[in-house]
């Protein structure tokens, strides 16, 4: 993660993109990390060109100097005749004077191709549509001369499914799962290639090879198919400048072909079949081809929801071995890789013409060694009816030495493949994990003297990446869907580890587009039932629950703090509005049955109250039955997040210039607070519903008055206490605990309860064997699994790592020049038997670290503050001091932290 400094910018960015990768922004923002030692820009200069051989640049357009004090996000105004340029650097003044140029980055700003606009979707020929997760991968081929040598191509591409491009039978890139998953009837993504290399004069081919992916393919819970559409299909132009001068297009459109390729059935959840002894076909003069069926009606007439995409794209980012390798009985071996991830594996040694190999993926083996996934398994809501766990991969052989099997139309959440039927042996060079999920850079590092909470941070960071594949999902087995409460209790945690601003900006358009007319959110999104209430359908009862819908405004709020992105929050604006005024409406319409018969007159501050509605509620708190549907009151947890999003879309407002908006939202959080303590608060500070999750949420969301904040904080201390210090939360208040305990002056409460075992506890998880964190607390007992073992949500405690083990944090409401690690603020908090922890954070304006060792009764710390910010240093004792860019070593007495922050 370490980038050397210079006398010069570095690190250049477009927008949240990774070097390089194509940028549809009408106004596209550049960043860059200021040199070392400055302590803040003054103005910039920008200049597009080109390299040349001799380090020169050719400069097609410059800015001339622009004075601000703005490095990360800036407009730059570059005008549309300067696009075409393929480079651009810039240069600043500082308080260091005027820095060289920069070394020149990848100019990507493009948008897409007069040729997508003329291409025509295209359709497979299929007369008669299979059932859901028995349907093949179709290709479709299209053949066609060049008149001469090609100087430079480009392809630009997407389905309605998951396709792989070839030209020429090579494969053209290495992205994987494209065009991804979007709200597909609002958004679809395309990817642009290179194909300039793959072209030659006289014949080609081009093939699309197309499956169901999530656009008509099974999933979620229920495992519902054909969400998006009942018919997949592909859409492609590729521009082609020959090097005499001349230029031509390859659209689809008519011309093109199709038929059932060796991909004999291809599904997300439930895996992919392959027979190799269909591949071949290399040529539309051999038998079994059909014209493609070009189309234009209904949704693909819709050309503008054609976009590139914000965030970084899907590959596969790593190879696993495995660590162990055990033949169970002549037909089967089980090959574990030694920890969780979201892939695919590779086996090579396919054997004589004919054998059949399957793949059984999984988190858990039974106590004979053999895979079992009945834990995976789902069911529907309104029967009852179980659903197979899915997972499972096969191939028949072609009998060919050389062939590999790696499915690329499906992906599993695993630790162990069951094999049955390799003809073996099979060892660890034969069979090779391959890890598949969204390209994400690495911002995080924590590490101190306990070895379990560094396994804790490695299992948490685990489980996100194997959730984070291009939307963030629950689990990557049994549902895979973009659940709304995980990604609003993890972003946090999410943005200390990975630039996750793209990525959470993409996810945040689609929970946009989903949203319904009268402000639900769903609790998931993409949501393959569209922005609106399906009939009849159970799991749309469910949409609009508290704390997931919240994810409209709160997810916003933390990208905010991170990357100080007021674009985003411009962008998402009426979309936070929208619920929180619904659930205001919610609060002011509805009474819960219970509630009016005790009391037939409402009191005033029920305008307020909001205890109507299917919520989940607090979800999986230890030792309760979780309670769905309109009959339960959840009231203590709605209004709650009610007053909490309410109060930070007000001050999103405030940021925004929305003065009116601002003052509007400030009272109703105000109201929403007061409706939620003459409910649910006593006048002498003790709370009606008496568990640690209600007083976690009331400390958190400051809904008690300042008064009474100690007694409360007392009271959950003491329930801490009383529970063994373990955890009594649940789904959305566990990743606040800590915090809430430290912030009010039990910080060694909450050490106890970091480092406790037992269940529930974290390191318990690590002690019963979790390479990634559960569902539930007690996800292996007995030798036999429940739940998810790779659902990040609770791993949400890694924040804690971060802001008060190492002690680097954000301010909680950061002003206009304050956000995204302008200014951050380090507080060590040591605590348990640590004598030292670190971390280290890759900001938008370079890596801070921070490093606290105790010395006998000293506290030493060292903190690297990036050019162009501040930290504000709290040391034991109430000392505060404020540095900006360098390295800073401090030595303070080692007192107590136990005070209230």
């Known amino acids: 993660m370490t980038e050397s400094t210079a006398d010069v910018p570095v690190h250049l960015r477009i927008d949240h993109l990774p070097p390089g990768q194509a940028c549809g922004s009408a106004r596209p923002r550049g960043s860059w990390w200021l040199p ?3 302590t803040g820009q003054l103005g910039y200069e920008l200049r597009l060109g080109r390299s040349d051989p001799g380090g020169g640049f050719d400069v097609a357009w410059e800015s001339g100097y622009r004075a601000s004090l ?19 650097q810039v240069r600043v003044r500082t308080d260091l004077g005027l820095s060289g140029w920069s070394a020149p980055a990848p100019w990507t700003v493009t948008g897409l191709p007069a040729a997508l606009g003329t291409a025509c979707w295209i359709e497979p020929d299929e007369p008669v549509i299979p059932p859901p997760g028995r349907r093949p991968a179709y290709r479709l081929r299209h053949e066609f001369s060049l008149p001469g040598r090609v100087a430079s191509a480009s392809a630009w591409a997407t389905a309605h499914g998951v396709y792989e491009l070839f030209v020429n039978g090579d494969r053209i890139g290495d992205l994987e799962l494209t065009p991804g998953f979007t709200a597909y009837r609002s958004r679809l993504q395309v990817q642009p290639y290179d194909v300039g290399g793959a072209l030659r004069p006289g014949a080609n081919a081009v093939e699309i090879l197309l499956s169901d992916g999530w656009f008509r393919g099974r999933h979620g819970f229920e495992r519902a198919a054909d969400g998006f559409g009942d018919r997949t299909a592909a859409l492609l132009a590729i521009e082609v400048a020959l090097q005499d001068g001349r230029s031509m297009t390859v659209t689809t459109g008519p011309g093109w072909w199709s038929r059932p390729g060796h991909v004999v059935a291809a599904d997300l959840m439930d895996g992919q079949r392959t027979d190799l002894r269909l591949t071949g076909a290399a040529s539309l003069d051999e038998p079994g081809w059909s014209p493609a069926r070009p189309v234009s009606h209904g949704l693909y007439a819709r050309r503008d929801r054609l976009l590139l995409t914000e965030a970084p794209p899907v590959r596969s980012v790593a190879e696993l071995r495995p660590v162990r390798v055990a033949r169970l009985d ?18 090579s040694g396919l054997g004589p013409r004919g054998t059949e190999i399957t793949l059984r993926h999984g988190e858990h083996l039974d106590a004979d060694g053999r895979l079992d996934t009945e834990h995976l398994r789902a069911f529907v809501f309104t029967t009852g009816e179980r659903l197979p766990a899915g997972q499972i991969d096969s191939v028949v052989s072609a009998g060919r030495p050389e062939d590999v099997f790696e499915p690329r139309h499906t992906t599993h959440g695993f630790r162990y493949v069951e094999i049955h039927g390799h003809p073996g042996p099979l060892g660890a060079d034969d069979v090779t994990a391959v890890e598949v999920r969204s390209d994400l850079a690495a911002t995080g590092r924590f590490a101190c003297d306990d070895a379990r909470l560094e396994a804790l941070h490695q299992a948490a960071v685990r489980s996100f990446q194997a959730n984070a594949c291009d939307i963030p999902t629950d689990c990557p087995q049994r549902e895979r869907a973009g659940w709304s409460g995980d990604w609003q209790v993890y972003v946090q945690a999410a943005a200390l580890t990975h630039d996750v601003a793209g990525f959470g900006a993409k996810w945040l358009r689609d929970l946009a587009a989903d949203q319904w007319p009268d402000g639900t959110v769903p609790n998931y999104s993409p949501n393959p039932s569209g922005p609106g209430p399906v009939a009849g359908s159970f799991s749309d009862t469910l949409h609009g629950s508290a704390g997931w819908g919240d994810a409209a405004v709160l997810v916003p709020w933390e990208l905010w703090r991170a990357y100080g992105d007021l674009d985003l929050l411009e962008r998402q604006y009426d979309s936070m509005r929208r619920w929180v005024e619904r659930a205001a409406t919610a609060a002011r319409e509805g009474r819960h049955p219970a509630r009016a018969a005790a009391r037939p007159r409402p009191a005033p501050h029920e305008r307020y109250l909001w205890d109507t509605g299917a919520h989940f509620g607090e979800w999986l708190e230890p030792g309760v039955e979780p309670a769905l549907g309109d009959g339960t009151d959840h009231g203590a947890v709605a209004t709650a997040y009610l007053a909490h999003s309410a109060d930070r879309l007000g001050r999103v407002a405030g940021l925004l210039g929305r003065t009116a908006d601002e003052e509007r939202y400030a009272r109703l959080a105000h109201a929403a607070r007061d409706a939620w303590q003459r ?13 640690q999750a209600t007083h976690v949420r009331a400390l958190a969301f400051r809904l008690v008055p300042g008064e009474l904040r100690d007694r409360v904080a007392g009271r959950l201390a003491a329930l801490v206490e009383a529970a063994g210090h373990r955890v009594g939360t649940g789904f959305l208040s566990t990743g606040l605990l800590l915090p809430a305990l430290a912030d009010t002056g039990h910080l060694d409460a909450a050490y106890r309860v970091l480092l406790s075992t037992g269940v529930p506890s974290w390191l318990e998880m690590l002690d019963r064997g979790a390479t990634t964190i559960w569902e539930w607390w007690d996800g292996v007992q007995d030798g036999r699994a429940r739940g998810s073992l790779n659902h990040y949500s609770k791993g949400a405690v890694v924040s804690f790592l971060y802001t008060h083990v190492a002690g680097l944090r954000l301010p909680e409401c950061p002003g206009l ?27 938008p304006y370079g890596p801070i670290r921070c490093h606290w060792r105790l010395e006998r009764e000293a506290l030493e710390l060292t903190v690297d503050v990036p050019p162009g910010t501040q930290a504000e240093i709290r040391l034991p004792g109430g000392q505060v001091l404020y ?14 932290t136990s005070e209230p922050d």
């Open 36 to 38: 070392a030692g400055a």
């Open 70 to 88: 703005r490095s990360v996000l800036v407009g730059l105004d570059v005008p549309e005749s300067a696009h075409r340029a393929p480079e651009w």
């Open 330 to 347: 002549a037909e089967t071996v089980v090959a574990d890789f030694g920890h969780n991830i979201n892939g695919r594996v590779r086996l």
């Open 679 to 691: 409910e649910f608060l006593t006048p002498d500070g003790d709370l009606v519903i008496d568990t």
């Open 817 to 843: 020049d304050e956000a995204g690690y302008r200014r951050f603020i380090v507080q060590p908090r040591p605590g348990g038997s640590l004598t030292w922890a670190r971390a280290e954070h890759r900001s």
């Open 883 to 896: 540095r900006t860019a360098g390295r800073h070593r401090v030595r303070a007495r080692a007192l107590p």
